[in-house]
């Protein structure tokens, strides 16, 4: 699948560009095993980047003009670095100039065209937005020498986001992207970007990935209502306990001492946060001990949170949940990423994933008329330069 997409980008470069492209990079999308909604609430998350792709072919021009082919959009779009980059109604294109705007701070300022194609669904909630900003940010750190770290990579993705696209996103997905490793879980501290990379082997079990198809953009989901009712739920907290300093440092005893002030639905939201937290250390432990029932507890319970209480699921996604919950062979259901719509994850036993699809697929059909998709992903490596040509 991946060469096929590496052939497919360098074959529309060609066509285009009337030359073989000079470089090819490939980013990645990401799972995340669990952490969800807690990586803007000073949380702990546990990404991995999957074999789910974007390929970018370039070849770099020699002065400040950059082409950008969205192929699978079939749209164009040309611009000039020294012209002020703003942000315009294309939103594929806000992702790059995003992250181009602050590449043009660190230096950038020779041009390039650029071809992409991708493997990553959109609105699935598998980060393709993550993977075009980083696999930018990434592909012009390497062409023009800038100097940057990955960390600062990611941070450049997140930053896109922010400015040019209006999502206050967290780093969970960037980072994931960026740092991603084959086989390996990252457990990041989404306060200081320490992490370590855990060993993602679930013996028996796999990890399916069920796609409600149900699409969604944070833009106008509720994601940053989410965070706006998280940061005014911790001021009450402060408030109260002054030794409280970021929801890390925050005991459910304390919340439920504040039902009154923070009222229902903030009290739901910031409790949420504070298991979310603790289950995500439960689940590092889970894994390390190879304990899969253990973890499938945890992500069943991750569910129920961003299900009742930071409500961000939808009936679609509950409906699958509780289905995959009901066969003996599934550990553990949740839905994945900011919610809304987008995959389910799902912690099941190998050989059983075929069965359970075919039953879950009619069912889902059944219920909404609508054809669900299912992806065994393998944990990878994340964004790369693929080779010189
Ligand atoms: C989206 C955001 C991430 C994270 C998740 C929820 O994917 O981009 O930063 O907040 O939602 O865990």
Redesign the pocket.
């Known amino acids: 699948m991946k060469k096929k997409l590496i052939q497919h980008t360098s074959e529309h470069f060609k066509k285009v560009f009337h030359k073989a492209p000079e470089h090819l990079f490939l980013s990645p999308g990401r799972i995340?095993i669990i952490g969800?909604?807690v990586?803007?609430n000073d949380g702990f998350?546990m990404p991995a980047a999957i074999n789910k792709y974007i390929c970018f072919a370039i070849s770099k021009n020699a002065d400040s003009h950059i082409t950008l082919v969205a192929q699978d959009l079939d749209e164009t779009y040309q611009l000039d670095l020294n012209d002020e980059l703003k942000p315009v109604d294309k939103m594929w294109v806000n992702y790059i100039l995003g992250a181009l705007h602050q590449l043009k701070a660190k230096g950038l300022n020779q041009g390039c065209s650029i071809v992409f194609s991708s493997t990553i669904p959109m609105g699935a909630?598998l980060?393709s937005s993550a993977a075009l900003e980083c696999g930018i940010a990434y592909a012009m750190n390497k062409l023009f020498d800038l100097g940057l770290t990955k960390q600062e990579i990611a941070l450049i993705g997140q930053q896109s986001e922010h400015t040019f696209v209006g999502v206050n996103?967290?780093?969970?997905?960037q980072f994931a992207s960026v740092f991603g490793k084959k086989n390996k879980v990252i457990k990041l501290d989404c306060n200081t970007l320490e992490y370590e990379y855990y060993q993602a082997d679930f013996k028996k079990y796999s990890l399916l990935l069920l796609d409600s198809n149900v699409k969604h953009t944070?833009l106008t989901s509720g994601?940053n209502v989410r965070r706006q009712e998280v940061e005014r739920g911790l001021a009450i907290i402060k408030q109260h306990f002054p030794e409280v300093k970021t929801f890390r440092d925050c005991q459910e005893i304390m919340l439920l001492g504040l039902k009154e002030q923070l009222g229902e639905t903030i009290f739901k939201r910031c409790h949420f946060v504070v298991k979310e937290i603790q289950r995500v250390q439960e689940a590092a432990e889970a894994i390390n001990r190879s304990d899969f029932k253990k973890l499938g507890q945890l992500l069943s319970e991750t569910h129920q949170g961003l299900s009742e209480e930071y409500e961000v699921s939808c009936p679609e996604i509950d409906f699958l949940v509780h289905a995959l919950k009901e066969e003996k062979s599934v550990l553990g259901a949740r839905m994945m990423?900011?919610g809304f719509g987008g995959c389910s994850i799902n912690l099941i036993e190998k050989g059983s994933e075929k069965e359970v699809i075919n039953k879950v697929t009619k069912q889902y059909r059944n219920q909404f008329g609508i054809q669900l998709k299912a992806y065994k992903v393998k944990i990878s490596k994340g964004t790369t330069k693929y080779k010189n040509n």
């Open positions: 995340n969800e909604h990586d803007y998350v909630g980060s996103c967290g780093i969970m997905d944070h994601y990423g900011g």
